[in-house]
């Protein structure tokens, strides 16, 4: 499985933005999905993921302001960040787990390039 994310971007504090996470083959319905991020100097830390039966769990940070979904249709996972905040900015990377639900990035195992999001106060 190849992951491609992108819809990052600079954005003002408040602005949303949707991140989209493509991924090929043909068995992306199978694959529990997540999303990740890095901040400049921290460690990377789990944002949200969405079980194949769409059950999703989310870090407490973003809960009530982010949403995960998928269109198995298109092989594809979202991240729709509303109310984004400075302490926002980071890569985001998107990953497939064969394991549901899990916020460990060990058990993670195809990652995607990362897209860049900036949010300026």
């Known amino acids: 499985v190849q992951l491609q994310a992108c819809g990052g971007g600079l954005v003002q504090a408040g602005d949303s933005l949707r991140l989209s996470c493509a991924a090929s083959?043909?068995?992306?319905?199978?694959?529990?999905m997540g999303w990740f991020r890095r901040a400049p100097g921290k460690e990377r830390e789990f944002v949200a993921t969405?079980?194949?039966?769409?059950?999703?769990y989310y870090a407490d940070s973003v809960k009530g302001r982010f949403t995960i979904s998928r269109d198995n249709a298109k092989n594809t996972v979202y991240l729709r960040m509303n109310s984004l905040e400075p302490e926002d900015t980071a890569v985001y990377y998107c990953?497939?787990?064969?394991?549901?639900?899990?916020?460990?990035?060990?058990?993670?195992?195809?990652w995607g390039q990362g897209t860049q999001v900036t949010v300026s106060s």
């Open positions: 969405i079980s194949w039966s769409d059950n999703t």
């Open positions: 990953a497939a787990s064969l394991i549901a639900g899990s916020e460990r990035a060990n058990q993670y195992i195809y």
């Open positions: 083959g043909r068995t992306f319905s199978t694959y529990g």
